[in-house]
T-cell receptor
Framework: DSGVTQTPKHLITATGQRVTLRCSPRSGDLSVYWYQQSLDQGLQFLIQ???????AKGNILERFSAQQFPDLHSELNLSSLELGDSALYFCASSVGSYNEQFFGPGTRLTVL | KNEVEQSPQNLTAQEGEFITINCSYSVGISALHWLQQHPGGGIVSLFM???GKKKHGRLIATINIQEKHSSLHITASHPRDSAVYICAVSPSGSARQLTFGSGTQLTVLP
């Protein structure tokens, strides 16, 4: 158990819908990262927050957004969902921006 | 060409064998990570290294910065080591942003 929690574990929804994925980092970690793992693209970095502020952005679509709240939990919002958004979404946390990252169990999103 | 290349893509070994997984990268890095992904999907960080060698139990990771190459070794392999092993790098100047290899599927047979 990494100490990072993600909810929900599984999510099935329809095209065009909007969903919110939630992540709680390990106690004491200030950085939260979001990753997408799809069959055709592998693991890709989406976005990073540090102590509530966005610090780095990767291959995140405009339809996706994220935020980190004062209690350091983070949410990833996915809107206007398409079939291709079906993937595993992982959250990871670390103490700072240059430390080992600890991964949550992931949320499996299926868009029908 | 991917910035991070792993070999082999698939590896089958007999229990007890010594295993090596290789990772080559083409960019300057601040650190290299080895991750393990279990069949259920969960990802575990095995090592984060920027030079030399690290050992944890039966796992050893080495990195050669000049050659832009890293290896993950498993000694006395066991069926429970069966998983996907993923190499990832933190490029210099964007250390926060991991770039991942495509992974090596390891199967250890009893």
């Amino acid at each position: 158990d990494s100490g990072v929690t993600q909810t929900p574990k599984h999510l099935i929804t329809a095209t065009g819908q909007r969903v919110t994925l939630r992540c709680s980092p390990r106690s004491g970690d200030l950085s939260v990262y979001w990753y997408q793992q799809s069959l055709d693209q592998g693991l890709q970095f989406l976005i990073q927050y540090y102590n509530g502020e966005e610090r780095a952005k990767g291959n995140i679509l405009e339809r996706f957004s994220a935020q980190q709240f004062p209690d350091l939990h983070s949410e990833l919002n996915l809107s206007s969902l398409e079939l291709g958004d079906s993937a595993l979404y992982f959250c990871a946390s670390s103490v700072g921006s240059y430390n080992e990252q600890f991964f949550g169990p992931g949320t499996r999103l299926t868009v029908l | 060409k991917n910035e991070v290349e792993q070999s082999p893509q698939n590896l089958t070994a007999q229990e007890g064998e010594f295993i090596t997984i290789n990772c080559s990268y083409s960019v300057g890095i601040s650190a290299l990570h080895w991750l393990q992904q279990h069949p259920g999907g969960g990802i575990v960080s095995l090592f984060m290294l920027s030079s030399g060698k690290k050992k944890h139990g039966r796992l050893i990771a080495t990195i050669n910065i000049q050659e832009k190459h890293s290896s993950l070794h498993i000694t006395a392999s066991h069926p429970r080591d069966s998983a996907v092993y993923i190499c990832a790098v933190s490029p210099s100047g964007s250390a926060r942003q991991l770039t991942f290899g495509s992974g090596t599927q390891l199967t250890v047979l009893p």
